[in-house]
């Protein structure tokens, strides 16, 4: 899964996920700054389908 600020650039985090019948939990790590609103694409690549069901976000200080 690849996630962008913007669909023409390069992403901001990749987090890989693997084939599963379950639910399952990924994480990625990025620190990112970003100011007021800001549109998050979700690209993922690769066989199959995925079923994407929420993302959180949390603040570092």
């Not at 379950?22 to 690549?45: H, M, P, R, S």
């Amino acid at each position: 899964m690849e996630i962008r600020t913007d669909p023409e650039e390069e992403p901001i985090e990749r987090v890989f996920v693997s084939p599963s019948t379950d639910w399952k939990n990924y994480e990625g790590k990025t620190v990112i700054k970003l100011k007021g609103k800001q549109a998050l694409y979700f690209t993922y690549t690769g066989t199959g389908h995925i079923d994407f069901k929420a993302f959180e976000m949390k603040r570092t200080m």
